[in-house]
C-alpha cells in the first residue's frame, strides 16, 4: 500500500464493515422490532450495511447512503442488486459539509441511522495532516486545565454521534452504529449532560480484531428516540447474540459501570470528599527532567552524563513500577523545580549552581513544550506539584493498569517518591494513618465499590475522579476495618 493510500485510509478512518457483520446487525436489530419507514447510512464506505438493509426493512421506503468518496460510490451503483431496488438513493457529500437538514426533514418519521463512524481521533488526523475534520471548538464543555490538555483529544465519531442524535431529538427514531465502547459512553454522556431526549440504550459488544483487526474493544450501539423520554442508562450485553446484560447508569451526575451492584454500597459514595488522589508531576521534557543514576553521575534522556546537585532530585516511580510492585528502591531520578504551582524557580540559581546551569543549557527543550499550561508560568515550570508531593508516605495505583491493586510506599533514599502523571496518589505525614488507609483500600467492601463503577476498557480507567468516590472516613465507621485483618467487621452483599 503507498503512503497516499493508508494517509486516505487513516484520514477518513477508511475501515468497511465486513458484509457479515453488517448483517447480524441488521439482524439484530429486527430482532429489536425496529422498523423504520427511513433508513440512512451517512458515510456508507461500498454500502454493504445499505445492502444488509435492504432485505431486512422491507417496509423501508427510502435507504439512503452519503459518501465523501466517490470511488466507493461508483462501486455501489455498479451494484446491480442495489440498484434493482428503487429505494436506494446514493448522494455525494462531505459528512462535516453537508446539508443534513435538507435530507432529514420533520416529516421524516421513524428514521433509523445505520452504519459505522470513522473510529480515527482529532489528534491522529492532524499528524495526518488531514482536512477530513469537524470545525474545532470546545463541544464537550472542558473547563480550566481539561479544556487545553488531554482530554480536548476525541474520536471523530464522538462528535459525528452528537450530530446524528441531534437530528433525531423529538421524533420517533433509532440510532444504530458501530463505534469504540468508550465513545458510546461518551455519547450517553453526552444526552445526560445536555438533558437531551434519550428513549432506551443499549451497546453489544463485537469482535473488534476480528472484523476491523483492530485492538480495541467495540460495539453496537443501538438508541431508541422519542418526543419525551430522558431514560439515562445503558444495557450493556456481551455480545449481539447475548441476552444477558448488566446496566450502566447515573448516581449524582457519575456514570456507574453496573448500576445494581453500585446501589448496594451506594452510602459509600462521596458527595464532597475529603480525601483528595493527586496526580504525579507533569513536565513534558523526560529527556531533560529524568534521570538515570550511574554511581554519582546522574544520565538524562539524551545519553549525557551529568553532575547534579542532589537538593532538587527525587527517586521517581513510573506507572509501570507501580503496577508490577517494583517500589522499594530506584535508580530513576526526576528534578522537581517548584514545591508549588507558580513558585519562582531563581531560588534554584543560588542553592544549586549547577542544576541551574544544567536547565539553562537545556532551556530550548523545556520552552518548547506544547502545552499552554507552561505559558505564562516561571521558567522550567513544572505541574502536579504541591506539600503532597514531599510527604514520606504515600499509597499509589497507576491509571492505566486494569487492576486494582494499591501500593504503601515509603520514602527511598530518605528522599519522599514521586510519580510520573499516570499515578494517583494518596500523602501522609504519619505513618500509621497510612498503614490504616492502605488497609482500608483492600477491604472487600472498597474494591467492590470501586470495582462497580470503574470502566476498564478505558485508555485511562483509573483516575482521580473516580478514586475520589470512595467515602474512606464512612467506610471505616460503617463496616468497622479493622486493621492489620485486611477484613470487615460486617457482612455486605
Not at 89 to 101: L, N, R, S, V, Y
Not at 140 to 145: A, E, I, P, T
Not at 370 to 392: E, H, L, M
Request: contains cysteine.
Amino acid at each position: 500500500m503507498s503512503y497516499n493510500d493508508r494517509k486516505t485510509k487513516l484520514e477518513y478512518g477508511d475501515f468497511q464493515t465486513p458484509s457479515a457483520l453488517a448483517e447480524m446487525v441488521c439482524r439484530k436489530l429486527v430482532e429489536l422490532n425496529v422498523n423504520p419507514t427511513t433508513i440512512i447510512e451517512p458515510t456508507c464506505g461500498v454500502g454493504n450495511f445499505i445492502q444488509a438493509a435492504t432485505p431486512s426493512f422491507p417496509s423501508a421506503a427510502k435507504i439512503i447512503g452519503v459518501d465523501i468518496n466517490q470511488n466507493y460510490l461508483t462501486q455501489i451503483r455498479l451494484n446491480k442488486h442495489l440498484f434493482q431496488d428503487e429505494r436506494c438513493e446514493i448522494w455525494h457529500g462531505d459528512f462535516f459539509q453537508f446539508d443534513w437538514e435538507s435530507l432529514i426533514n420533520p416529516s421524516t418519521d421513524r428514521l433509523l441511522v445505520l452504519g459505522n463512524f470513522p473510529w480515527v481521533t482529532n489528534s491522529k488526523q492532524g499528524t495526518v495532516g488531514s482536512e477530513n475534520l469537524p470545525k474545532k471548538n470546545n463541544f464537550q464543555n472542558h473547563k480550566g486545565l481539561d479544556a487545553i490538555t488531554g482530554k480536548s483529544n476525541f474520536d471523530i465519531s464522538e462528535w459525528m454521534l452528537i450530530q446524528a442524535v441531534q437530528w433525531l431529538q423529538k421524533r420517533d427514531a433509532y440510532l444504530a452504529m458501530l463505534c469504540k465502547t468508550s465513545t458510546a459512553r461518551k455519547l450517553l454522556n453526552y444526552l445526560h449532560s445536555q438533558k437531551l431526549n434519550l428513549a432506551e440504550c443499549a451497546t453489544y459488544t463485537i469482535d473488534a480484531k476480528k472484523y476491523f483487526d483492530a485492538n480495541v474493544d467495540a460495539c453496537l450501539l443501538f438508541c431508541k428516540f422519542d418526543g419525551n423520554s430522558q431514560n439515562y442508562f445503558c444495557d450493556v450485553f456481551s455480545s449481539l447474540e447475548s441476552s444477558e446484560f448488566h446496566r450502566i447508569g447515573y448516581h449524582n451526575n457519575l456514570l456507574v459501570k453496573d448500576i445494581d451492584v453500585f446501589s448496594k454500597l451506594s452510602h459509600l459514595y462521596a458527595v464532597n470528599s475529603e480525601t483528595k488522589w493527586r496526580s504525579g508531576v507533569k513536565h513534558d521534557c523526560s529527556n531533560v527532567m529524568e534521570f538515570r543514576k550511574i554511581g554519582n553521575l546522574f544520565v538524562n534522556g539524551f545519553g549525557e552524563s551529568v553532575e547534579l546537585e542532589e537538593t532538587y532530585l527525587f527517586p521517581l516511580l513510573k506507572g509501570s513500577d507501580v503496577a508490577q510492585n517494583r517500589i522499594n528502591a530506584s535508580d530513576r531520578y526526576i528534578l522537581i523545580t517548584q514545591k508549588f504551582i507558580g513558585e519562582s524557580t531563581e531560588n534554584i540559581k543560588n542553592l544549586a549552581p549547577k542544576t541551574w546551569k544544567y536547565l539553562e543549557q537545556r532551556q530550548q527543550y523545556l520552552d518548547d513544550r506544547k502545552s499552554k499550561i507552561y505559558q505564562n508560568s516561571p521558567r522550567f515550570a513544572i505541574f502536579g506539584v504541591g506539600d503532597y508531593t514531599f510527604k514520606p508516605w504515600k499509597i499509589a495505583i497507576g491509571g492505566l493498569y486494569k487492576k486494582l491493586e494499591f501500593r504503601s510506599i515509603g520514602e527511598i533514599a530518605d528522599k519522599p517518591v514521586v510519580f510520573d502523571d499516570t499515578v494517583y496518589f494518596l500523602s501522609f505525614d504519619d505513618e500509621e494513618v497510612a498503614r490504616q488507609t492502605f488497609e482500608l483500600l483492600n477491604s472487600p467492601p472498597a474494591i467492590k465499590f470501586y470495582s462497580s463503577i470503574v470502566f476498564w476498557d478505558e485508555k485511562r480507567p483509573l483516575k482521580s475522579s473516580v478514586l475520589n468516590c470512595l467515602n474512606l472516613e464512612l467506610l471505616n465507621s460503617r463496616f468497622n476495618v479493622v486493621p492489620g485483618s485486611n477484613k470487615s467487621g460486617k457482612e455486605y452483599n
